[in-house]
């Protein structure tokens, strides 16, 4: 049938029609019927008569001047939103538009392009002799669609899928070459508003999957969070648990190596004797081991608490050599003792120093078959405080480079196989560091696999009772690292 005369609105609104093609989607929308999405952008322009001269004419200035337009209310809304001040010429149709711009009627005409272009290489009646110039308004777009009645909305749908399909593979194009029904640029304008669309269901998936991931992630954050959380405190029962029962755990032991020394010495036959040294050897073995579990636990615990009480350092390092010298005797290694400018008296914990030594004098003679075992103490007095250095050297197997960063974690050794040949629980390293950074040291180690290794470390104690100490920890291992350093940098190990 043919375009009905009063439009599409009236059409609908007759129901004289059921399908309208082309339809600006807004006006759609504001009579209510149904819409497919756009499948075209329909661009509009002004001409206007050229003055003659041949050169290229400016558009004129529109306010006050007379523009004829088609008699339709998206035109009109239009024309007023583009030309301010204008004085309107409405037209029938679009036809009688163009043809009051050529009779003088009319200083412009504002039409649709994919009509303009039409009616240019066509002209209706009274314009073929005019010449005109035109210019497209590129800010100005109109989204058209396809409209029906509710009850064609499938047919309206698939009718807007082949549009579509024939835009994609090319036969949209070859169309508007042919019959020259729409412009390139309206093709053009299809082709930006197809593809943002397919951009856009791209950038969603892609938003979804990035949400589901994140999301996944999140989750296994807080599941991870609460796992740690849940292990925390785990170990922190664990070891307040054992800092509390430490007492009582290490009593028993203790009498029965007190039965087994007093056993002892009463009248015993050879094999008995074996027996009860046998007990008692085992007894200081299985206390040594029970002392390194709950020192570590009372340690995590953050129960351990250092004493300050006046002690003499080279009294404390002839007691830890006097104590390791007939183990040391039985190897055939010699157990030497160096003090340098060691001060008579500071104030700090002697029985952590002296754990921390006899654990490391107690390594090196084990790991150590022939040579020597060698240790140091050195200090540098400010008249406030003293640095005290201490170093254990031994000539034993010493400490693949790999592996120094490992050795000072719980249950922790060199090597596998040491545990078969040494024995122990590989706790003595990590009480010693701990016990070191407890007093504002840093442990340190330097080793060669067959050669041998030096354990270092240095503290800062308080020369005598009410000298002020240092309180940041902090900045006190930092003091320490750099002393312990400048002590030990002239000893070519």
């Not at 340098?340 to 490391?360: E, S, Y």
């Not at 067959?450 to 002020?468: H, Q």
Request: glycine share 6%; net charge positive; proline share 5%.
């Amino acid at each position: 049938m043919g375009v009905p005369p009063g439009g599409p609105r009236q059409a609908f609104a007759e129901h004289t029609v059921d399908l309208w093609p082309l339809w600006a989607t807004r006006a759609a929308g504001q009579s209510r019927v149904y819409t497919s999405k756009p499948w075209l952008n329909n661009q509009y322009a002004v001409a206007w008569r050229a003055d003659g001269t041949g050169a290229h004419d400016a558009p004129p200035e529109w306010r006050g001047r007379t523009i004829a337009i088609a008699n339709l209310p998206l035109a009109k809304q239009l024309a007023q939103q583009l030309f301010p001040g204008f004085r309107g010429d409405f037209t029938p149709d679009r036809t009688t538009a163009l043809q009051h711009l050529c009779s003088g009627q009319a200083d412009g005409v504002f039409l649709e392009v994919r009509l303009l272009e039409a009616m240019l290489l066509r002209r209706p009646a009274g314009c073929e002799p005019v010449d005109l110039r035109v210019q497209v308004a590129d800010e100005l777009s109109v989204p058209m669609a396809i409209a029906s009645s509710s009850e064609f909305r499938p047919e309206t749908d698939l009718l807007r899928r082949q549009i579509e399909i024939m835009f994609q593979d090319g036969r949209f194009s070859r169309l508007v070459d042919r019959w020259f029904v729409f412009s390139n640029i309206e093709a053009n304008s299809l082709a930006n508003l197809q593809r943002p669309e397919r951009n856009n269901v791209y950038t969603h998936i892609a938003l979804g999957i990035v949400v589901l991931f994140l999301g996944l992630l999140v989750c296994m954050y807080r599941q991870a969070r609460r796992a740690v959380r849940a292990a925390e405190r785990a170990n922190r029962a664990k070891s307040e648990f054992l800092a509390n029962v430490s007492h009582d755990v290490r009593t028993p032991m203790n009498g029965v190596i007190a039965m087994a020394d007093l056993l002892l010495t009463t009248p015993l036959t050879p094999e008995q004797h074996d027996y009860a040294d046998t007990i008692r050897q085992s007894a200081d073995l299985q206390l040594a081991i029970l002392n390194d579990l709950l020192d570590t636990a009372k340690i995590e615990s953050g129960k351990l608490v250092l004493e300050s009480v006046a002690f003499s350092p080279v009294h404390l390092l002839e007691q830890v050599r006097l104590a390791f010298s007939a183990t040391a005797a039985e190897k055939g290694l010699r157990l030497v003792l160096n003090c340098k400018a060691l001060p008579k008296v500071v104030m700090g914990d002697p029985l952590r120093l002296r754990q921390a030594l006899t654990n490391l004098v107690s390594n090196a003679i084990k790991f150590t078959s022939r040579g020597d075992v060698t240790i140091e103490g050195q200090s540098m007095d400010d008249g406030e405080s003293a640095m005290l250095a201490f170093s254990v050297s031994d000539t034993g197997i010493g400490i693949g480079p790999q592996l120094k960063s490992r050795i000072f974690e719980p249950f922790t050794q060199a090597d596998t196989s040491t545990t078969r040949r040494f024995g122990g629980t590989g706790l003595g390293l990590s009480i010693c560091a701990s016990l070191v950074e407890l007093m504002g040291g840093l442990l340190q180690v330097e080793s060669m696999p067959g050669a041998g290794s030096r354990f270092w470390f240095s503290l800062f104690y308080p020369s005598r009772p009410g000298s002020r100490q240092s309180r940041n920890r902090k900045t006190a291992k930092s003091r320490c690292i750099r002393s312990c350093r400048f002590w030990w940098r002239k000893t070519t190990w």
